[in-house]
C-alpha cells in the first residue's frame, strides 16, 4: 500500500465547475498536511497547507479527516487556469518528521 | 518565489560518466533536499541535509552523494551515472523540519538524460 495515495484522474471538468480531490495517507502519526500544484515540466510550488480545522484561500479549501486518514481539496469556480496536477503531501512521523511523502499527484484538466 | 537556482537546467551524459547537480540558494534556509521525479512514483527522496556537512540518505540514496559545504550550496553528485539515473532532479529547502514550518519550497529542476 502506498503511503499517500491519490486518484490519478485526470478531472476534466468546464470553467466554473467544483471539483474536490481526495488523498488518504498510512501514518496514522502524520502531524504535517500540504496540497502542492504543479504545472507541465514545472517545479510543484505549494498551494496551501491543511489544518485541522480546515482552511480557505479563495476559491480553495482544504479539509483533514484524521480519523479517517484523508485529506480532501475543493476547487470552485475552477479558471482554465487550475489546469495542473495536484500533490497530497504528508510529513512522516517519529524521527523521520523532516520527511515529506509526495502522492503521485491526481491531474485536472479544465475546459472552456 | 523562494530564492532556489539548480544547474545545469539540462545534461544529457554518457553512462558511467560521473555527474554533479548544483542547487543554489539564497533564503538562509538550514534545511535542502534532492528528490527524483519519474512517471508513476511521484517526488522520491534522494538525500537531504540539515545544516553545514550534515547530510543523511533519503529512500533512493544508491547511487548518489551529496556534499554541503556552505548553507546556500547543495550538491548532489551521480558516481556513475546509469540509464535508471535518467529522470527530472529537484532541490528543495525548508526553514525547518517541522510541523507547518517544514513546507519545502522547490527550485526549477535538472532534467538529466543518461544515454
Known amino acids: 500500500r502506498k503511503e499517500v495515495e491519490q486518484d490519478p484522474g485526470p478531472f476534466n471538468v468546464p470553467e466554473g465547475a467544483t471539483v474536490a480531490f481526495n488523498c488518504t495517507y498510512s501514518n496514522s502519526a502524520s502531524q504535517s498536511f500540504f496540497w502542492y500544484r504543479q504545472d507541465c515540466r514545472k517545479e510543484p510550488k505549494l498551494l496551501m497547507s491543511?489544518?485541522?480545522s480546515g482552511n480557505e484561500d479563495g476559491r480553495f479549501t482544504a479539509q483533514l479527516n484524521r480519523a479517517s486518514q484523508y485529506i480532501s481539496l475543493l476547487i470552485r469556480d475552477s479558471k482554465l487556469s487550475d489546469s495542473a496536477t495536484y500533490l497530497c503531501v504528508v510529513n512522516d512521523a517519529g524521527d523521520s518528521s523532516y520527511k515529506l511523502i509526495f502522492g503521485s499527484g491526481t491531474r485536472l484538466l479544465v475546459r472552456p | 518565489d523562494a530564492g532556489i537556482t539548480q544547474s545545469p537546467r539540462h545534461k544529457v551524459t554518457e553512462t558511467g560518466t560521473p555527474v554533479t547537480l548544483r542547487c543554489h540558494q539564497t533564503?538562509?534556509?538550514?534545511?535542502m533536499y534532492w528528490y527524483r521525479q519519474d512517471p508513476g512514483h511521484g517526488l522520491r527522496l534522494i538525500h537531504y541535509s540539515y545544516g553545514v556537512k550534515d547530510t543523511d540518505k533519503g529512500e533512493v540514496s544508491d547511487g548518489y552523494s551529496v556534499s554541503r559545504s556552505k548553507t546556500e550550496d547543495f550538491l548532489l553528485t551521480l558516481e556513475s551515472a546509469t540509464s535508471s539515473q535518467t529522470s527530472v532532479y529537484f532541490c528543495?529547502?525548508?526553514?525547518?523540519?517541522?510541523?507547518?514550518?517544514?513546507?519545502?519550497?522547490f527550485g526549477p529542476g535538472t532534467r538529466l538524460t543518461v544515454t
Open positions: 528543495a529547502i525548508s526553514e525547518s523540519s517541522w510541523g507547518a514550518a517544514n513546507e519545502q519550497y
Open positions: 491543511v489544518y485541522s
Open positions: 533564503e538562509n534556509h538550514r534545511y
